[in-house]
């Protein structure tokens, strides 16, 4: 049996999959990358929807500013009613280098991180791998795989499991559960090349179109001229059937109109929520869709399973370099389950809303659809899929809270809070051009009020972690963007969250501390750095 050996083993090799191996490749950590597939299929437009934070993401591998060159951002969203437009909403014109979203094909998206993994020596790719068993000790993982040339294993001190979301068999042998619920009803997608003037930067949601009466249809311009259209259909549906008598081009038809189109790829599919109970077993962490399905009205999946990636990869850096606390890693499973539990709820809301299950939910969506024909005023009430949004790291255990920045929960749609303890930091462009968030990517970071005393606040983070901090002056811009106040010290994570916010040098060793795992301050650094 040939044998590999691994600081990592990513099982997954779709876009959580290479972005966890690529970030952590970023951090110096060798990595051995899985898939069970013998080779990429780059078929289909799947997960379309990039949201501004993957991107920013994205960036710190050099894939961020070419997913964004390449993709389309949609500027007008409209929604109608049957034979009518109930309202459309224009969305306000960025004003940062990367735009609030972009739609782009997932294949496309897989081959420009693919270019990146070709480029990163510290990354070893192994197609046709179906992961037969996974066995554990105190000191690894042991993967046993199925290839065409017979048995195989890799031997890691960790995995990242990004098996998406046909992923039982790992979380069976990993011992997960994955409770939940799916949805009857089922999903027509095509993906049509055609010229829709006017179309190429509107995204149309339609209720109950008199073309596809008592469900909806969602349309999303992607580049090249291709639109993305969602049908719900009954579960019985049959796309063969369709195909052979002319009904799926009575369909496109009742869209488009009587103008030449191209099908290039179609898909029916079925709406899962589901949740891993345990995102960490053991040395085994669960990312993306093998931890959590939920539908993808707002763009929740691939978004957060790219924040999955991150979140494990920095924490899993940290422990194989000796920095972390004991607490580090546990914390991937408090953050990022919280963030599946936010990301369901919301998603389910919207599926109550367009999949109504109960007499009260089917009467509730028609008296709203039906008030927002007459008043505006019940527009917010239309529920077609909240955006994906950062999660906020306000209750994590690695979060030192701020009493003078109490967190009020999540603020009305399209608006941010003010930034604090937990939050994402805003992407403030510093002195010399560079980029708060690219900044803060690279280490722990401590950004300090004019008039503080940098040599104390370096002595302070030595005396916390055995791990690089780095320490800057604020400047103006990025006081005022954070709302930073004279003799605070802001301390930053290496996923540009803030950990803490701290009035006084000696404050900076417990929180520092916290934010690197430790459960203590009798708990001493680690000051051992192992060999990567």
């Known amino acids: 049996m040939d044998t590999v050996t691994a600081r990592v083993a990513v099982l997954g090799n779709g876009p959580v999959g290479q972005t966890t191996a690529l970030l952590l490749a970023g951090w110096g950590i060798p990595v051995v990358l899985l898939d069970r597939r013998p080779a990429r299929d780059l078929v289909g437009s799947k997960a379309i929807c990039q949201q501004r934070d993957v991107l920013d993401i994205w960036a710190a591998v ?39 979203f972009v739609n782009l094909s997932q294949s496309r998206t897989e081959e ?4 990146r993994i070709a480029a990163q020596p510290l990354i070893d790719v192994h197609w046709g791998h179906r992961v037969t068993g996974i066995e554990q000790s105190v000191d690894g993982v042991g993967i046993r795989c199925e290839t065409a040339g017979g048995p195989s294993r890799i031997d890691a001190e960790y995995a990242v499991a990004c098996a998406g979301a046909r992923g039982d068999d790992v979380r069976r042998m990993l011992g997960v559960g994955f409770d939940g619920q799916s949805f009857d009803d089922l999903f027509l997608i095509c993906d ?36 993305r259209i969602d049908w719900q259909v009954p579960g019985d549906y049959d796309l063969g059937a369709e195909e052979g008598d ?17 099908i290039a790829w179609k898909s029916v599919y079925r709406f899962h929520s589901r949740v891993a109970d345990r995102m960490r077993a053991g040395r085994v962490l669960l990312a993306g869709d093998c931890a959590h399905l939920m539908s993808p009205f707002g763009a929740r999946g691939l978004n957060s399973g790219v924040a999955d990636a991150e979140n494990a990869a920095w924490k899993l850096a940290y422990v194989l370099r000796g920095w972390a606390g004991p607490g580090l ?19 389910s809301a919207t599926m109550d809303f367009l999949v109504p299950r109960t007499p009260e939910q089917r009467a509730r969506r028609l008296d709203v659809l039906d008030r927002a024909t007459r008043d505006p005023g019940a527009h917010a009430e239309v529920d077609s899929g909240r955006l994906a949004e950062p999660f906020w790291y306000t209750g994590s255990p690695l979060t030192t809270p701020d009493p003078a920045r109490p967190f009020g929960g999540r603020p009305p749609r399209g608006t941010l809070p003010a930034a604090g303890p937990g ?26 009020a004019p008039g503080a005393d940098i040599a104390e606040l370096r002595s302070a983070a030595a005396a916390s972690t055995a791990s690089p901090v780095g320490v800057r002056l604020l400047d103006p811009e990025t006081t005022a963007a954070l709302g930073a106040r004279p003799g605070e010290t802001w301390v930053i994570r290496p996923d540009a969250h803030v950990a803490a916010v701290a009035v006084a040098a000696g404050e900076l060793v417990p929180v520092l501390r916290r934010a690197h795992g430790h459960s203590s301050t009798s708990d001493s650094p680690v000051r051992r750095t192992t060999g990567v």
């Open 192 to 227: 049509i090349r055609a010229e829709l003037e006017g179309w190429a930067t509107e995204r149309r949601f339609y209720f109950d179109p008199p073309w596809n009466p008592g469900r909806q249809v969602l349309i999303h311009p992607c580049p090249g001229g291709h639109f």
């Open 62 to 100: 050099g894939a961020g500013e070419a997913v964004a060159a390449e993709g389309v951002t949609w500027t007008t969203a409209r929604t109608f009613y049957r034979d009518r437009e109930l309202f459309s909403y224009r969305l306000p014109s960025p004003d940062t280098r990367l735009p609030p």
């Open 423 to 448: 939050m994402l930091v805003p992407d403030v462009v510093m002195p010399g051009g560079e980029r708060l968030r690219a900044l803060a990517r690279t280490g722990f970071l401590l950004l300090a």
């Open 329 to 347: 890693l546990e914390s991937y499973h408090d953050e990022r389950h919280a963030a599946a539990m936010e990301n369901l709820a919301v998603t």
């Open 112 to 115: 420009i991180l693919d270019e």
């Open 246 to 262: 002319g009904r799926l081009d009575a369909r496109v038809r009742a869209i488009i109109g009587d103008r030449p189109y191209e």
